[in-house]
């Protein structure tokens, strides 16, 4: 719901008039130009920004220089809540990353600037992105070039800990876990983390001067004639929280697939790693979420149910969901108590797809009363006070209990749509 409500915002803000008619006031040179002349030189920041994952020197050809490109889906927090770049007719930022390290290039180019004055001054795009970046990127092709004959040297930081072939082309990935003074990992995050501000709605950086984060990357190995080289795909990021009395819980903050290997299940692969990593020490007691994206809370309904349904024990529960299926799942998986609910619930789903049954409207009531529980106080009070209203005030009432009813019965119906992407999800992968 939040990203369609981005998207929206993102058509107004494309439709808007880029020069409000307050600008003509305030600028002299404003109200001297022709408005739709000024118009030309604004443009959506996502458009202008390219990003580019290299993988060797013939990636920046001529031929090959502006294929495979992607274009962030977030430039708020970079360039304002506009996301509009002001003063150019064209402008193509070219942000590169070497594939393996992710040393960066970075330029500029447009067709034509605005005229300046003492009021009226272009943005300076550059300026904004360095912000974010890590310093020693390179606004130089041949600099960088030289940069990528280097990449046979890069070698990932941290320990491996998973490692995977892909079933239809047999490419190789790995996964390592770094934490905040891990050699080379601190240099390697300042470069790769601008994808965070860019994919993720309300990223921050991470801060390693705290020694309790861990951070699980992911990369793919790829041997080329004699050569081994490395491409970066994601990252999952964790703050070992500490719990009464001697315990931690590595609360998950963080998660990027980056554009080019997203939609291939990299994902779940680094959500597991995390589990297989914490789950089996004995001073970890579940795993909490910093507030979840859509996709991430997709993801990790799938990740959860498939596991679940690997225990005997719990894939044939049928029992009533409590304390029982609560201890039995944390006794295998760790998993935090609202998530186990969740997990309970798509089982649940799994098993009674008939709509009609009665074991599905036992199912469907029990969801709409977990639904309803947090406003339950609330209505207690409010039918108390029902009485005392009359005439148009008990109108408005009734009109308001229905229309609290109708979302409630909404809301069941995108739950209930979100679990039935898991199970699909799930019957695609036991196939």
Known sequence: RRHCERVQQRVCRAAAPAISTTAFCVYPTFASMDREALQQYVCLADEAVELKLVNSEDDLSEENIDNDCRHPEFTHQVFGESEKIFGFVNPQIRLFFAA?????????TYDRKTPESKNVKADNPIAQINEWLAPGWTSSLDEFRKQLAEETSFRPPGELIAQYKTED????FQIYVNGSQT?????YL???QIFLVWYIEAASYLDLSDDRWRVFLLFERVEKAGETRFRS???LSACEYWAYPEHIRPRISQALVLPWFQGQGHGARLLQALYDYYVPQKQVIDFPVEDPAEQFTRLRDFVDCRNCLRVPAIRDYAGPFGAEFVALVQKH???AKPQIRRVYEILQLRRVSDTKSAEYKDFAMRVKRRLFQPFAKSKDSERRQMDKLVGEEKTVYMLQQKMFKEELQES?????EQYHHVLDRIAVFDK
């Open 333 to 335: 998986l760790k998993l």
């Open 169 to 172: 082309d047999n490419r190789t």
């Open 233 to 235: 795909v994601g990252l």
């Open 190 to 192: 300042a470069r790769l």
């Open 183 to 187: 050699a080379g990992f601190a240099d």
């Open 412 to 416: 069941f119906k995108l739950l209930l």
């Open 100 to 108: 393996g390290s992710m040393r960066t290039y970075m330029n500029m």
